[in-house]
Nanobody, 123 residues
Framework: QVQLVESGGGLVQYGGSLNLSCRASAHPFNHYSMAWFRQAPEKEREFVGRVIWSGSIAYQDSMKGRFTISRDNAKKTIYLQMNSLKPEDTAVYYC?????????????????WGQGTQVTVSS
């Protein structure tokens, strides 16, 4: 069983920054593809970005240029650096992990999820 623990969420003002972390118990961690999703109230969970087992990174188009994903295999951790935050970025942010191959933007591909961390951006 893989456990994922997110941290780093909080309250930030419009235009501010946050850096989220997700530490995994997965082994070997470098075999896992990892992703960030978010879910705002009364909305579906949506793809933010992913860093797969090869190190390849991709983002949802609307987040390109503001969000940066990275991974540290030695620490079994991925990160989501979020800049120029907007009120519409307010959501619970989840990290997810999978050993499967496929559409990495599809939440159904992921078998393991963290508990989420709340990000609130005030206007």
């Amino acid at each position: 069983q893989v456990q994922l623990v997110e941290s780093g969420g909080g309250l930030v003002q419009y235009g501010g920054s946050l850096n989220l972390s997700c530490r995994a118990s997965a082994h070997p961690f470098n075999h896992y593809s990892m992703a960030w999703f978010r879910q705002a109230p009364e909305k579906e969970r949506e793809f933010v970005g992913r860093v797969i087992w090869s190190g390849s990174i991709a983002y949802q188009d609307s987040m390109k240029g503001r969000f940066t994903i990275s991974r540290d295999n030695a620490k079994k951790t991925i990160y989501l650096q979020m800049n120029s935050l907007k009120p519409e970025d307010t959501a619970v942010y989840y990290c997810a992990a999978t050993l499967k191959y496929g559409d990495y933007a599809d939440r159904r591909l992921y078998d393991y999820w963290g508990q989420g961390t709340q990000v609130t951006v005030s206007s």
